[in-house]
């Protein structure tokens, strides 16, 4: 299989630069300041590398996705997967160091998601960078996939303001987690069933809307009435306050939708889209703005390909407004939402700055956690 069947590389980040600024070229890793990490991720279905100076400033950022093959079979194919990470890995790099303008001996250190995501296709980063850290004698760096996201802040904002909460929402996960200071997480609750972007992605299949489902849904939901139907939302009990679950949501849509062809009655898509999303949108946000208040947030941050979501971006802003006016809300660019390399590398920096490196026996761990 050959690049072009794969979707073409595309752009991401906020700011590239493919010439710098005169004072080439770099001595060495670190000697004028500058500390340049190559960031790997395979951990899903994007593959990507970026380089990053210094843990913000993204030099290049590139991310090819599968989802048009993986599209036909309506979900990601593991397999499928890492032969495409395969494939497409080391041009990615190639071209990564290119837009970034420098080469691969003047990188400070290579970064790569280890966990948590699909063995396979984790393996094909985590090799990647063991074969690189070996062959130009840099710093290996293991990168938590979550914490990579929760962190995706910190390429677009500056001043970060702690104690913070963080809602990572994408396709493989749902976790709240509270941040009181700059490097420590604490997980408050996380999803019992489907994270929330997994329910999109199956409410959009039973509508016929092809994968990735969220950003589908999200379209079609603009045009439709959030309060047309009352589908269930899981707050759980007092104890699991800060715990998710979507398979009930999830199940409510399918039985509408099966009762309402049963009855040979329409099914207004619009309506039913606005209404579902209505549904997630509204647990997410009330269970983060509960969160934000018991910690006493000075900040909340938003991450994983559901953070894209218009609704979910908006209620949250309304909601913090109103119960916690002066809280900051923060959410990174669509492109730094979803899986990509720039976050690995960023997220890298203070393990790089606190010589935390990873051995060369670095193994993919598919259940990580935070
Ligand atoms: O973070 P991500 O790229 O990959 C994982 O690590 O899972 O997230 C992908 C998920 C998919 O489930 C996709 O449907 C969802 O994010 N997503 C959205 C939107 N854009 C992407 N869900 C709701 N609304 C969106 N606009
Ligand atoms: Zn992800």
Known sequence: MGRDKCSPYRRAGV?????????????????????????LETSCDETAAAVVENGRRILSNLVSSQVEIHARFGGVVPEIASRCHLELINSLIEQALQEAGFSMSQLSAIAVSYGPGLVGALLVGVSTAKALSYAIRRPLIAVNHLEAHLYSNLLTVTDIKFPAVGLLVSGGHTSLVSIPQPGKITLLGQTRDDAAGEAFDKVARVLGLGYPGGP???????????AAIEFPRAY???????????????????????NRKQRQEPVNLQDLAASFQAAVVEVLVEKTVLAAREKEAATVLLEGGVAANSALRREMGRRLREERPGIALYYPPPELCTDNAAMVAAVAYPQFLAQSFAPLSLNAIPYLEL
Request: aromatic content about 6%; charged content about 20%; some cysteine.
């Open 15 to 39: 700011e590239t630069c493919p010439v710098r600024d005169g004072t080439l070229p770099l001595q060495g890793p670190g000697r004028d300041g500058r500390v340049l990490i190559l960031g």
């Open 216 to 226: 589908a849904i999200d379209t079609l939901a603009a045009g439709g009435e959030p």
């Open 236 to 258: 759980l009990g007092a104890e699991s306050r800060f715990d998710f679950s979507f398979s009930g949501v999830k199940s409510a849509v399918i039985n509408y939708i099966h």
